[in-house]
């Protein structure tokens, strides 16, 4: 897996030689365009290093990134309050460094955990890569491995020096711990991006893609195997409510385009040439993931669909209609919202009338708890969730952004297990 690194600094992306805040080689205003660029390539790690250095943090951009991408976040995560917020802010995982020990890290589910072993010259190092800590990575590794799902392995001592990265220490962590490695710290060349891949280990990409080393389209690339339908790889699209729309083929220039612009291209087999999805009906995609499966054969876009997918007239996909569930109902709510042909209906009345839809939920609630027949517990659960999606969509607020809430509490802080049920997770 690749993982571009998107390290926040002042509300910039920088990039720093050997985590020296002095020292910075990249400093970039554009956040939101390069976490949309980077996260088509494969999941984003952002790291806040104010946070990380004790000097401020920017948890309110960190937020609006993890509203829009799956990413993995750390930096001066060092106390349950902060890796909290982080969660419910959206972070897919928490990169913890300072505070990985058995203790804190117990308190949260091990799949949402990865541990930082920051080394230098073998020894981990910890506050914002500051301060030794006396441990070996080797020993570090095996103390923790109960507690998270993943190493993110940093050589400091080569970090953003563009000299290579150390093959045989990232070979020797992947050999002693069942956890997933992913390495950082020195990487340049695709060669070594394709080496860690034999390992086992992913790559934590940064100083080398930011300064055109590395292209991330490549590494990419050297992931897959195109040897298995004459240099074509089949394609699942799924949109934004996760309902797949369609299946298609590409060769290696449209999946280039693909990341590089965000736009949905494929390959015609019938045709024997590319094409851009929309290019002639108008019924375009929008690529915000590009991501391959465990056997590297197959992809799979995650899209944005504007109008069908499928080439009939009368279907949305071409496995069918539309899917109508939350999702949907949500769009449906939001373009009455905005329709100036439904005004003064009972609907527009709702997202418009002061206390009207907040009476509602009120009533509905009431009347959800007075059911007791599975008939009647339906209905009413369904009244609930109709004026609940209006009371969001009148504050322009969206179900999304209820899931996310949820996925957060379900990875923030618990109760630690008594001694008699066993201290890791």
């Not at 104010?50 to 829009?68: E, F, H, M, Q, V």
């Not at 050589?155 to 002693?176: K, Q, W």
């Not at 060349?189 to 080398?208: I, K, N």
């Not at 009120?362 to 109709?386: K, M, N």
Request: charged share 25%.
């Amino acid at each position: 897996m690749i993982v571009p690194s998107i390290d926040l600094l002042g509300g910039k992306v920088v990039q720093l030689r050997r985590g020296n805040p002095d020292d910075c080689a990249v400093a970039l205003d554009d956040v939101h365009g390069v976490a949309e660029q980077f996260a088509r390539h494969g999941e984003l790690a952002i790291i806040d290093l104010d946070a990380a250095l004790g000097r401020g943090d920017n948890t309110r951009l960190i937020a609006s990134l993890c509203a829009k991408h799956d990413a993995r976040v750390g930096g001066g995560i060092r106390d349950h309050d902060r890796a909290d917020l982080l969660l419910r802010c959206g972070a897919k995982k928490l990169i913890i460094g300072t505070k990985a020990t058995p203790e804190f890290l117990s308190h949260y589910p091990a799949e949402r955990i990865i541990v930082a072993l920051d080394s230098k010259g073998g020894e981990v190092v910890d506050h914002g890569w500051t301060q030794g800590t006396g441990a070996r990575v080797l020993d570090r590794a095996k103390e923790l491995s109960p507690y998270c799902s993943e190493f993110l392995y940093t050589l400091v001592d080569r970090e953003g020096l563009m000299g290579g990265t150390d093959l045989d220490a990232v070979r020797a962590l992947v050999s002693a711990t069942d956890r997933h490695v992913v390495a950082a710290g020195g990487i340049t060349s695709l060669q070594e991006v394709v080496e860690l891949d034999r390992l086992g280990a992913s790559c934590q990409l940064g100083m080398a893609i930011y300064t055109g080393a590395l292209s991330l389209t490549d590494c990419v690339m050297a992931m897959l195997d195109w040897s298995k339908h004459d240099g074509l790889l089949p394609v699942v699209v799924q949109d934004d409510r996760h309902q797949v729309v369609m299946h298609a083929w590409v060769d290696k220039e449209a999946l280039a385009f693909t990341l590089a612009t965000g736009d949905g291209h494929y390959f015609s087999r019938s045709r024997q040439q590319h094409w851009r999805k929309g290019e002639s009906s108008g019924h375009t995609q929008r690529v915000h993931q590009v991501r391959y499966d465990c056997d590297r054969d197959t992809l799979l876009y995650r899209i944005s669909q504007t109008g069908r997918s499928c080439h009939i007239p009368t279907q949305y996909s071409c496995f069918g209609d539309e899917h109508f569930g939350l999702h949907r109902l949500e769009q449906v709510l939001r373009s009455r919202r905005d329709d100036p042909a439904d005004a003064g209906s009972y609907t527009q009345r709702l997202l418009s009338e002061p206390g009207l839809v907040e009476a509602k939920i009120i009533e509905e609630a009431g009347e959800l708890v007075a059911a007791d027949s599975p008939r009647e517990i339906v209905w009413e659960a369904a009244d609930v969730l109709f004026f609940t999606l209006a009371k969001l969509a009148r504050h322009g607020l969206t179900l999304a952004q209820v899931e996310r809430e949820l996925y957060g509490r379900h990875g923030r802080r618990r109760a630690p297990k008594g001694p008699e049920e066993g201290s890791a997770p």
